[in-house]
Antibody, heavy 121, light 113 residues
Framework: EVQLLESGGGLAQPGGSLRLSCAAS????????MNWVRQAPGKGLDWVSV????????DYAEYAKGRFTISRDSSKNTLYLQMNSLRAEDTAVYYC??????????????WGQGTLVTVSS | DIVVTQSPDSLAVSLGERATINCKSS????????????LAWYQQKPGQPPKLLIY???TRESGVPDRFSGSGSGTDFTLTISSLQAEDVAVYYC?????????FGGGTKVEIK
């Protein structure tokens, strides 16, 4: 059974940093691309970033470029999102999401429960 | 960037009746070399993460009831719930994964009439 467990959310000040983690199990982690998707309170889904199975390819939504860094550690079956220079508009539930295949250009087939990030002074 | 637009924003359907949700992308998401449309549909119930229903525009995910179907190609797509059940009350999202950023539609809230 695929399981994705996010952690690391919480309250951050504007301009501050947080690192989200996602512990994955139930599948061969290094084979699949992984994504981060966020959802602001009461709003729709917003794709943030993708990383290939090998970790050699990454890409971001425009607002995340230069501020967020996605990475993965296959020895720990863990996905990360380092978020710097946080803004109030980054407040959202952040979901870790597994890609449906080895290509980064795939649908998401499993989602974690999400971790809430609140950016406020 | 590809913009994905859903309609309607919400709809109310009687139990057992058909629900139809539309999704339009600002450019084609059909990859001609493999004839696949890079479009997926997700269901999100209150307080839960989204769940995959349909990928490649019309392939039903394992375990998804066959009352859910996806159709369309190029820029225009439809999710149909053939006979609405009480457990189908949710927000439904389409997403293109043809180009980065992998944009989602704004969502369609389905309720019981």
């Amino acid at each position: 059974e695929v399981q994705l467990l996010e952690s690391g959310g919480g309250l951050a000040q504007p301009g501050g940093s947080l690192r989200l983690s996602c512990a994955a199990s139930g599948f061969t982690f290094s084979t699949y691309a992984m994504n981060w998707v966020r959802q602001a309170p009461g709003k729709g889904l917003d794709w943030v970033s993708v990383i290939s199975g090998s970790g050699g390819y990454t890409d971001y939504a425009e607002y995340a470029k230069g501020r967020f860094t996605i990475s993965r550690d296959s020895s720990k079956n863990t996905l990360y999102l380092q978020m710097n220079s946080l803004r109030a508009e980054d407040t959202a539930v952040y979901y870790c999401a597994k890609g449906g295949g080895d290509s980064s250009y795939r649908n998401i087939d499993y989602w974690g429960q999400g971790t809430l990030v609140t950016v406020s002074s | 960037d590809i913009v994905v637009t859903q309609s309607p924003d919400s709809l109310a359907v009687s139990l057992g009746e058909r629900a139809t949700i539309n999704c339009k992308s600002s450019q084609s998401v059909l990859y001609t070399s493999n004839n696949k449309n890079f479009l997926a549909w997700y269901q999100q119930k209150p307080g839960q993460p989204p769940k995959l229903l349909i990928y490649w525009a019309s392939t039903r995910e394992s375990g998804v009831p066959d009352r859910f179907s996806g159709s369309g190609s190029g820029t225009d797509f439809t999710l149909t719930i053939s006979s609405l059940q009480a457990e189908d009350v949710a927000v439904y999202y389409c997403q293109q994964y043809y180009n980065i950023p992998f944009a989602f539609g704004g969502g369609t809230k389905v309720e019981i009439k």
